[in-house]
C-alpha cells in the first residue's frame, strides 16, 4: 500500500501544479511584446517619411510638406479606429468587409487574433492605413491646397485603401483566395499609393516653373535622416507582418536588410554610370527602392533572391523616377517613380521568385505569376477609377490647387503662417 502511494501522489503533485498551465488561454506574450515592437516601428516611419519628404522640397514649403505626413498620423488614426478596420477586417466578404466592428465594437482585451491580442493586430495594421495615403503626398508637394488634401487622404483611405487592403489580407477577399501573395505591402501598401500618386500629379499639374527652373533639395541631411529612420522602422512594417516571433520574422527581417542595402548600391550604380557622380539623395532613394521592392516578397523568398530583388529594385526605380523627365510630368518627390513603379515590380517580382511557404516562376509555378498580375491590375484600375472620381468632386467643390500668388510665396506662410527656419 505504501508503494502504491509513493507511486501516485508524485503523478497527483505534477497534475495539480500543471491544471492552471494546460487551462490557462491568452495570447502568446512573446509573439505580442514582438508586434507591440513592431507596431512603434512603422509608427516611427512616419516623422522617418516627413524627414524624408521634408528635405526633398525648398525650404519654403518644408513646414507644409511634414505637415502632409503628420496630417495622415491624426486623420487616417481616427478613420481606422472609427470605420476602417471594420471595412478592411470586420466582414468576410469577397470586396469589403462590414461594419461589425464599428468604433472597435465586438473587441475586447481578451479578444486575440492568431496568438495576440487582437488590440495589437488593430495598432498594427492601423500603422498601414496611416502610412500609405501619407506617402502620396510626395506626388503634390508645394502646391496641394492643405484642406482638400486632407479631405482626400480621409475619403481615400476610405474608399480605395480599405477595400484593397480588404482584398488581399481581409477575411473573405478575393485576391487573398485567388492566392494573391503580399506580405507586407507591396500592391496594397506601395502599389495603391504610387499610382494614385501619379494621378494626382497629371491632374493638379506641375509646380509653377517645372522643369526649367531648378527645384533643388533644400536639406539633403535632413532626406538622409528621414531614410534612415524608414529603413529601421521598415523591420517592424515586414518583420511584424509575420505576426508572430518566430522564424518567418526572422526571415522577413534578413530580406529586408539585404534588399535595401542592395537597393542603394545599384542606385548609387545606375546613377554613377547615367549622371557619372553618385548622389547623396540617389543613396537615400535606392535604400527606399529596395524596401519598397521586397516588402511583398519578405516572408517568400530566400536572402540570396532577396539579394537579386534588392539589385533590381535600384536600377528599376531609378529608371521610373526618369519617367518624369521624359514624359514632363511633375512627381515632385518621385512617389511615383519609387512606390508606383517599385511596387508593381515587387508583386511581379514575388511571382517570379517565392519559395519559401509559396512558389512562383522559378519553381515551375506560372499561376502565382499570373494571380500576381492580376492583383496589380485591379488594385490599379480601382484606384486610378476611385482617384479620379474623388479629384473631380473635389476640385468643383474646394478647389485642388493653391493660389499662384501663394504658391510662389511658398505653402509654410501662406497654409500655417509660419516658417521652417529662423536665422
Known sequence: MHGVFRTILPAVFLLLISAPVL????????????????????????????????????????????MHTFAAMAIMGVQWVVLGYSLTFGGEGAFIGGFSNLLLNGITPESLTGTIPTYVFVMFQGMFAIITPALISGAIAERMKFSTYCVFILLWGTLVYDPIAHWVWGPGGWLLKDGALDFAGGTVVHFSSGITALVLALVIGKRKGYPTERMLPHNLPMTLLGAGLLWFGWFGFNAGSA?????????????????????????????????????????????????????????????????????????????????????????????????????????????????????????????????????????????????????????????????????????????????????
Request: net charge negative; hydrophobic share 50%.
Open 23 to 66: 487551462a490557462q488561454e491568452g495570447p502568446d506574450t512573446g509573439d505580442t511584446a514582438w508586434m507591440l515592437v513592431s507596431s512603434a516601428l512603422v509608427l516611427v516611419m512616419l516623422p522617418g517619411l516627413a524627414l524624408f519628404y521634408g528635405g526633398m522640397v525648398r525650404s519654403k514649403n518644408v513646414l507644409s510638406t511634414t
Open 243 to 423: 505576426l508572430s516571433a518566430g522564424g518567418s520574422a526572422a526571415l522577413a527581417f534578413t530580406t529586408t536588410q539585404t534588399a535595401a542595402a542592395a537597393g542603394a548600391l545599384s542606385w548609387l550604380a545606375a546613377e554613377w554610370l547615367h549622371a557619372g557622380k553618385p548622389s547623396a539623395l540617389g543613396a537615400a532613394s535606392g535604400v527606399v527602392a529596395g524596401l519598397v521592392v521586397i516588402t511583398p516578397a519578405a516572408g517568400f523568398v530566400t536572402p540570396a533572391w532577396a539579394l537579386v530583388m534588392g539589385l533590381t529594385a535600384g536600377f528599376v526605380c531609378y529608371g521610373g523616377v526618369l519617367l518624369k523627365h521624359k514624359l514632363r510630368y511633375d512627381d515632385s518627390l518621385d512617389a511615383f517613380g519609387v512606390h508606383g513603379i517599385g511596387g508593381a515590380w515587387g508583386a511581379v517580382a514575388t511571382g517570379i521568385f517565392a519559395t519559401v511557404g509559396a512558389s512562383g516562376l522559378i519553381a515551375g509555378n506560372f499561376h502565382q505569376l499570373w494571380v500576381q498580375v492580376v492583383g496589380l491590375i485591379a488594385a490599379g484600375a480601382y484606384a486610378v477609377v476611385v482617384t479620379l472620381g474623388l479629384l473631380f468632386v473635389l476640385k468643383v467643390t474646394m478647389g485642388l490647387r493653391v493660389e499662384l500668388e501663394d504658391e510662389v510665396k511658398g505653402l509654410d506662410q501662406t497654409a500655417h503662417s509660419e516658417t521652417g527656419y529662423t536665422f
